[in-house]
């Protein structure tokens, strides 16, 4: 899929991962060019006219809001009558003293406009006994395809995660585990024969979710998501049912940068707590002398809690918690 084009320089326009766009003309504030809500601000408080479907207009307008300013915490609301109960349900907005506001930490959480397809959300638990004699909930089917996209107004460009397909991707993964850089850390160097039994061996394993990301759908990263309480982290810290780990490698050079980083991490944590809300903590465990990625995880919020020794490497424990990431996430 080709990604939706992204604005020219100047143009302030915001663009949905459907390919719809976000504008403003004076106090409207318009989709593909069609007013969807009139707005005028005084003393802190917008006064808002919904001129479309109230929950979705007023989403846009939190997007907007909270994607152009990211200082902005809340927004204060006059919707000139009573507040539709919808909005209130969805958790979009709030009553405050009997006044409506929508809160950056409760509307990055609203999954609509950026994840896609399925989610482990409201997958029923079941405990079962992992061969470790962990007891950890039955994990759902894996999804298939994009399962996030969002447009990052910082890099004028789309950052997207879709789950990786062997055939597709065997042999840029086989590139990039090649790569001297990469090997240093990951030590997984092999022909095409090896990499595809790690790669199926991981497509068979409930514990992981293997990812590619792009860049405006030009893949350069991948990633292993795994749920922690099945994994070798467990023992090392008071894991929960739901905490998530990630395994992270950039293949591209192009694409290395902190302000890359910062765009393709910040999509990675967004996406594995919108996929599911029982997730209350990501996990990490770089070599604990990778400074630079050590640095770029405490960038995003997470917290160095210990070092420990895994067979192969000395480790930091690195540890990003729901609440932490939705109070400070930057999602431009």
């Known amino acids: 899929m080709s990604p939706p084009r992204s604005p020219t320089p100047g143009n302030p326009e915001l663009p949905l991962p459907d390919g719809r766009r976000l504008s403003i003309e004076g106090s409207l504030l318009l989709l593909d060019g069609a ?25 846009a307008l939190a997007y907007w809001r909270f994607s152009r300013d990211p200082d902005c915490q809340r927004l204060a609301l006059d919707l000139s009558g009573a507040v539709p109960e919808a909005l ?10 009997g006044a409506p506001v929508i809160e950056r930490a409760a509307f990055w959480q609203l ?41 990052d107004a910082r890099l004028g ?61 030009e893949p350069f990263a991948y990633y292993e998501a795994y749920w922690a309480k099945e994994d070798r982290i467990a023992p090392f810290y008071a894991v929960d049912d739901y905490d998530r780990g990630i395994h992270m490698l950039v293949g591209e050079d192009r694409h290395r940068g902190p302000h890359k980083v910062a765009a393709w991490l910040g999509a990675l944590a967004h996406y594995l707590f919108l996929d ?3 997730t209350r903590r990501l996990v990490c465990e770089p070599r604990a002398d990778n400074a630079r990625m050590i640095q770029h995880l405490q960038a995003l919020g997470f917290a160095r809690l210990k070092e420990f020794d895994f067979p192969h490497k000395r480790a930091a424990l690195m540890v990003l918690e729901r609440e932490a990431f939705f109070a400070r996430c930057r999602l431009a």
């Not at 209130?88 to 003293?97: A, F, I, M, N, Y």
């Not at 850390?185 to 514990?207: C, K, T, V």
């Open 35 to 59: 007013p969807l809500l009139r707005l005028e601000g005084a003393d802190g408080t917008l006064h808002c006219q919904p001129l479309a479907e109230p929950e979705f207009a007023l989403q």
């Open 111 to 151: 999954p609509g406009l950026w994840q896609r397809g399925r989610r482990s959300a409201g997958y029923p638990e079941q405990m079962c006994l992992h061969a470790s004699g962990r007891r950890h909930p039955r994990r759902p089917p894996k999804p298939r395809g994009e399962v996030y996209r969002r447009f």
């Open 88 to 97: 209130l349900e969805s958790g979009l907005v709030r009553l405050e003293d």
């Open 157 to 217: 460009a789309w950052v997207a995660l879709r789950s990786l397909d062997i055939e597709t991707d065997l042999a840029r993964f086989n590139r990039w585990q090649n790569h001297p850089r990469v090997a240093a850390f990951w030590q997984e160097e092999g022909d095409l024969a090896q990499h595809r039994r790690y790669l199926e061996a991981l497509a068979a394993d409930p514990r992981v979710l293997t990812l590619i990301g792009a860049f405006d759908d």
């Open 276 to 278: 599911e809300p029982r």
